[in-house]
């Protein structure tokens, strides 16, 4: 056990050290780096480049700017076919000419639920979203350097609470029904980066103001267009969290065999919507390790397995404890339209997590090109945090119906049935019934 004791000790002082990394010098090594390889590359002009991609190794997940952007210059299969088919061929020839690419995404969610601890049993948000990456340096090279950034609001429509809002009101603390359709997210360039890869693409650096999700953990369900709306599904509860828009730093690398190694850092105290001018003065990070495997490149979205492990450090003037705990995800396309996923997490519950261990598993069928099922189920032992009070364990089953109307537009029918909500002692479980809409541009 001393032994133990002393290895965690170890651990949490070097993710320590590796938080008084000044961020100043991270721009210059990204600048110096980049010209060397630069110069590299110019001596091996016989290499055949035009194939070379632009992203090799797993840098970020669904939720990042690119992969964002990259899903909807795809072409979906759809109802009534793709009436877009002109303003999709523009998009791709803006993109070839100047590297320069965009997304524009609407979501709307409304939830009802069967019982509630105030007199509101429904929810409806909105979320909007406008991400960006333009190439500046190295296009169709190993070590492409590109601005990524994203424009982004949500809230709540009208009188009702938005859904995640929702999910606090009928008592349930660690698996929120609508997690991430918030109403205190203000319009905000949320994101706003320089992504530099080198090494013919088995290196990448991000630094500047990110999205931690888009990078952390990442599962193929944290994408906003999936057949989920629970969070247990698309962001473990067991993770430490901040702000959307803190600024830090990601480095991630191949490894042969198909592993890679990344090390991720962000302000703790970051706030969605807001910018932490006291990030240095303060001095607190969420700190990350993360190791993972893919079968592939090419394979990387649907079959991978990922370590995380993370420290929070304690936030002195917000009053709360640092934290650790570490995460397993993974998932494997069994066959051409069948997507099983399973994850787990846990943590000493510090941080502010929502859970101190939590399991979650699901299947998706695309039982069509254009429609698909998706049935998850999950388990939390939610965070009393500093309350002594012993919360009860949170179940969820979810199941959900997605067809694609058009290229730009997709619908789902979701229900879910969440059994024990802690705060809801009353009450043994809740039904939540949802219908989302999701228009991409």
Known sequence: MLRNDLNIRRIRSFFKALSRIRFARLPLLILLLNVAFHNVQSQTNDQDTSQIKELTIPMEGETGVTSEIDNAYIEEESIFGTPMENYLNWKDRVRDKTGFSYSLMGLWLYQYATTSLTDNNNGLGQWYRLPMSWVLVGRKTGHSGRIEARLEYRSNIGALPAPTTLG??????????????????????????WTQMFLNNKLGIAIGRLSFDGYMD???FQSLTRGITNRSFGLNPTLATTGIGALGFVIKGDLPGGFWLGLHMYDANAVNGEFNRDVFKLNEWLTVFEAGWTHSD???NTDRIIFTYWIKDERKEAGVSSGSGWAVSASHQVAANLLPFIRFGHSNGGGGVAALTALSGGIEWGFRPDQAWTLGVGWAKPNSGTSELDLRDEYVAETSYKVQIIQALQVLLDAQLIIDPANATDSSYVGIFGFRTIVQL
């Not at 991430?180 to 997210?185: P, S, T, V």
């Open 168 to 193: 606090n009101e009928v008592g349930i603390v660690a698996l929120n029904p609508g997690f991430g359709y918030i109403q205190n997210f203000p319009l905000d360039i949320a994101v706003m980066n």
């Open 218 to 220: 990442v599962s193929p």
């Open 298 to 300: 090419e394979q990387f």
